[in-house]
């Protein structure tokens, strides 16, 4: 994504989140030996993009819990518990910018409060954006990418299990991964 006088005026705008071409969802390390990823179903969000200015660019992203697919029916239900994200009490999970900055021309550093079970902290990650290109349809669209690691102890998820080995059940340290198809409004 280049900031040339031609590519400037199509980017900056309005977009909202494509769902059906996104995936937000993280990685958890299970009983000390294996990746287990999980995503968001159901998600939304918009953002503003202000080539001329990116430091006045805005997201915000909304992810509803009952929508968690780690694509195993038990580990879900018991992710919605109290135990994790206590879905009936919080049953969105939110996050919004307080600060963009370029990196260089297609990766800027984002800031932003993430909401987690009543719990707000925040988190600073690189996002690549891709794009623009015109799809069939006469639509401006943008693919931003990126992930951060975040400590879910932060956010008060601390359900866990000793294993007779050493170790615990769930990894303290999790991936939360972006992949998100943004159209121009």
């Given at each position: 994504?280049?900031?040339?006088?031609?590519?400037?005026?199509?980017?900056?705008?309005?977009?909202?989140?494509?769902?059906?071409?996104?995936?937000?969802?993280?990685?958890?390390?299970h009983a000390m030996v294996t990746k287990v990823r999980?995503?968001?179903?159901?998600?939304?969000?918009?953002?503003?993009?202000?080539?001329?200015?990116?430091?006045?660019?805005?997201?915000?992203?909304?992810?509803?819990?009952?929508?968690i697919d780690t694509r195993n029916a038990d580990r879900?239900?018991?992710?919605?518990?109290?135990?994790?994200?206590?879905?009936?009490?919080?049953?969105?999970?939110?996050?919004?910018?307080?600060?963009?900055?370029?990196?260089?021309?297609?990766?800027?550093?984002?800031?932003?409060?993430?909401?987690?079970?009543?719990?707000?902290?925040?988190?600073?990650?690189?996002?690549?954006?891709?794009?623009?290109?015109?799809?069939?349809?006469?639509?401006?669209?943008?693919?931003?990418?990126?992930?951060?690691?975040?400590?879910?102890?932060?956010?008060?998820?601390?359900?866990?299990?000793?294993?007779?080995?050493?170790?615990?059940?769930?990894?303290?340290?999790?991936?939360?991964?972006?992949?998100?198809?943004?159209?121009?409004?």
């Amino acid at each position: 994504m280049s900031d040339t006088s031609t590519s400037t005026g199509v980017l900056s705008g309005t977009y909202n989140l494509d769902p059906s071409h996104s995936r937000i969802g993280f990685v958890a390390r299970h009983a000390m030996v294996t990746k287990v990823r999980g995503s968001f179903n159901e998600v939304s969000g918009s953002g503003s993009y202000d080539a001329d200015d990116p430091t006045r660019s805005t997201l915000n992203v909304a992810l509803k819990v009952e929508s968690i697919d780690t694509r195993n029916a038990d580990r879900d239900a018991h992710l919605k518990t109290a135990d994790f994200f206590e879905q009936e009490k919080y049953p969105e999970i939110t996050f919004a910018s307080t600060a963009v900055k370029r990196v260089d021309d297609e990766t800027f550093e984002v800031t932003g409060d993430l909401a987690i079970k009543g719990t707000t902290k925040p988190v600073t990650f690189e996002l690549e954006v891709s794009g623009p290109v015109q799809d069939p349809w006469g639509n401006t669209r943008i693919g931003l990418e990126g992930k951060t690691e975040v400590s879910r102890k932060d956010w008060g998820l601390t359900f866990n299990v000793p294993l007779d080995g050493g170790g615990l059940l769930v990894s303290d340290k999790i991936t939360l991964e972006f992949e998100v198809a943004a159209v121009k409004a």
